[in-house]
């Protein structure tokens, strides 16, 4: 089955000319396509390629479209914001009003503060944590992603188990052309899902240690969730030692729960760095903690901070993920693809691993379960997955270009579950059929 995309293909051609590697960001096109699909628009859990193919989409724009695509209700609260003016250098009422729900929903939220990206609020969770214990150094973990800026970006997606070094003490591997060397001498870089790593090196260090970073489940590379009592855990061993626990809640952040991963897993951290998912699709982050952490002197600026069109788009996001019974139907979407799935791989005799929590499932074929830490990445056929992605993308079901973590909407339905189930058993079939 092949599907026409001869439009998006001239339309890489001509971004090339103009535009540094054809594309605005580095993740819109995958290493091993020739070229993206261009977007046409977007309505609920479906996206239209300028060729006029229609796709059920699962990549959710890297997580921002909790709502789905174009969403009436949030469109109305961010056209009444154009009208009555987009960015004034104010304060705005509403900000106040983000920011009370924030505090209320939020487990270690007393006070909060904006930023326009991921990146940026985690710079300012370091500097908050250095400015708070007048220590310098940060524990963070290999496969975890922070963002891109060079002391954020350190043993992100080292490309072998032999390029990271020792498991009980890697090297810190730099990710991109043009990052100082410097920028990892205050990172140490542990695997995760080891509290013995983790103790040992607090132990030894514990005067130096500001924070330790952690995605408090590790969405970046393929998904994996903490172990049993580990978060508990680094929770105690943090406070033992006078050193702050960071959740870097970009992706789980009003996804796996209202009040994040903190919420769902019952461990308050003292930092907390939330964007994406919620202002469903605008450009807007923050931080939040104690008042005594985040009054340390720090005084974030940002041109784009907080402003008003964002904060309204926020604002209806929060109203709308709050009603009753989101999160359970979220759940039992993700479980329909999750069964679904793994009933085709006893019925086609595939190993993987399906799992799903809340709005994220994840798909990992030559694995047959969880996974702990960044190292078992390399165990993941990643060239299987590649072959189906390609197929389910023919066929109208759009998953992520890269990797097996997939995020849904509240505009999936049952109906886009049958459709995708559907088309994975098609693709089986055409994989997998000697095994049948
Ligand atoms: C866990 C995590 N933290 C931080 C970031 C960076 O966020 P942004 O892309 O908004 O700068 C990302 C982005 O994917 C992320 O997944």
């Given at each position: 089955m092949e599907i026409h995309t001869e439009t998006s293909k001239k339309l890489f051609q001509e971004a090339q000319q103009y535009l540094v590697g054809g594309v605005a960001s580095s993740l819109h096109k995958a290493e091993h396509e020739e070229y993206p699909i261009y977007a046409s628009h977007g309505k609920g859990s479906r996206i239209w390629d300028v060729d006029g193919n229609e796709y059920i989409d699962y990549m959710g724009s890297f997580g921002p479209s909790l709502l789905g695509f174009s969403h009436t209700e949030l469109n109305k609260a961010v056209c009444e914001q154009i009208e009555r003016g987009t960015h004034f250098a104010l304060p705005t009422e509403s900000v106040n009003q983000l920011s009370k729900r924030l505090v209320e929903i939020i487990p270690c939220a007393e006070v909060v503060g904006y930023q326009s990206s991921g990146t940026e609020a985690n710079l300012v969770n370091f500097r908050l944590a250095r400015a708070f214990t007048g220590k310098s150094k940060i524990i963070k973990f290999e496969?975890?992603?922070?963002?891109?800026a060079d002391e954020l970006s350190?043993?992100?997606?080292?490309?072998s188990l032999k390029s990271m070094g020792p498991r009980n003490k890697p090297w810190k591997c730099l990710e991109s052309a043009g990052q100082l060397e410097s920028s990892s001498d205050e990172i140490i870089v542990l695997p995760w899902n080891d509290i013995e790593i983790l103790e040992k090196t607090i132990k030894r260090h514990k005067h130096e240690i500001a924070a330790v970073i952690t995605?408090?489940?590790?969405?970046?590379a393929e998904p994996i969730k903490p172990l049993p009592g580990y978060l508990e855990a680094m929770r105690q061993l943090t406070k033992d030692n006078d050193i702050l626990l960071i959740f870097d809640e970009v992706i789980t952040g009003f996804r796996v729960a209202l009040g994040g991963a903190q919420e769902l897993y019952g461990v308050t951290p003292d930092l907390v760095t939330f964007a994406k998912a919620f202002a469903g699709g605008y450009p807007i982050a923050g931080v939040a903690g104690s008042r005594e952490i985040l009054q340390s002197g720090v005084h974030p600026a940002g041109t784009f901070n907080a402003n008003p069109l964002c904060v309204a788009a926020a604002i209806a996001t929060l109203d709308i993920i709050g009603r009753p019974g989101t999160y359970e139907n979220m759940q039992r979407i993700t479980d329909r693809i999750k069964d679904g799935v793994n009933f085709l791989a006893s019925r086609y005799r595939v190993n993987l691993w399906c799992d799903s929590q809340v709005s994220i499932w994840q798909l990992s074929f030559g694995i047959d379960g969880p996974m702990r830490e960044y190292r078992d990445n390399f165990k993941v056929d990643k060239k299987t997955y590649l072959d189906f992605y390609k197929r389910c993308l023919d066929r109208g079901v759009r998953l992520h270009s890269g990797r097996g973590r997939f995020y849904i909407s509240t505009a999936h339905t049952d109906k886009d579950v049958d459709k995708t189930l559907q088309v994975f058993e098609d693709v089986f079939k055409e994989m997998f059929n000697n095994h049948a």
């Amino acid at each position: 089955m092949e599907i026409h995309t001869e439009t998006s293909k001239k339309l890489f051609q001509e971004a090339q000319q103009y535009l540094v590697g054809g594309v605005a960001s580095s993740l819109h096109k995958a290493e091993h396509e020739e070229y993206p699909i261009y977007a046409s628009h977007g309505k609920g859990s479906r996206i239209w390629d300028v060729d006029g193919n229609e796709y059920i989409d699962y990549m959710g724009s890297f997580g921002p479209s909790l709502l789905g695509f174009s969403h009436t209700e949030l469109n109305k609260a961010v056209c009444e914001q154009i009208e009555r003016g987009t960015h004034f250098a104010l304060p705005t009422e509403s900000v106040n009003q983000l920011s009370k729900r924030l505090v209320e929903i939020i487990p270690c939220a007393e006070v909060v503060g904006y930023q326009s990206s991921g990146t940026e609020a985690n710079l300012v969770n370091f500097r908050l944590a250095r400015a708070f214990t007048g220590k310098s150094k940060i524990i963070k973990f290999e496969g975890h992603y922070h963002g891109w800026a060079d002391e954020l970006s350190i043993s992100v997606k080292p490309l072998s188990l032999k390029s990271m070094g020792p498991r009980n003490k890697p090297w810190k591997c730099l990710e991109s052309a043009g990052q100082l060397e410097s920028s990892s001498d205050e990172i140490i870089v542990l695997p995760w899902n080891d509290i013995e790593i983790l103790e040992k090196t607090i132990k030894r260090h514990k005067h130096e240690i500001a924070a330790v970073i952690t995605e408090p489940v590790m969405y970046n590379a393929e998904p994996i969730k903490p172990l049993p009592g580990y978060l508990e855990a680094m929770r105690q061993l943090t406070k033992d030692n006078d050193i702050l626990l960071i959740f870097d809640e970009v992706i789980t952040g009003f996804r796996v729960a209202l009040g994040g991963a903190q919420e769902l897993y019952g461990v308050t951290p003292d930092l907390v760095t939330f964007a994406k998912a919620f202002a469903g699709g605008y450009p807007i982050a923050g931080v939040a903690g104690s008042r005594e952490i985040l009054q340390s002197g720090v005084h974030p600026a940002g041109t784009f901070n907080a402003n008003p069109l964002c904060v309204a788009a926020a604002i209806a996001t929060l109203d709308i993920i709050g009603r009753p019974g989101t999160y359970e139907n979220m759940q039992r979407i993700t479980d329909r693809i999750k069964d679904g799935v793994n009933f085709l791989a006893s019925r086609y005799r595939v190993n993987l691993w399906c799992d799903s929590q809340v709005s994220i499932w994840q798909l990992s074929f030559g694995i047959d379960g969880p996974m702990r830490e960044y190292r078992d990445n390399f165990k993941v056929d990643k060239k299987t997955y590649l072959d189906f992605y390609k197929r389910c993308l023919d066929r109208g079901v759009r998953l992520h270009s890269g990797r097996g973590r997939f995020y849904i909407s509240t505009a999936h339905t049952d109906k886009d579950v049958d459709k995708t189930l559907q088309v994975f058993e098609d693709v089986f079939k055409e994989m997998f059929n000697n095994h049948a």
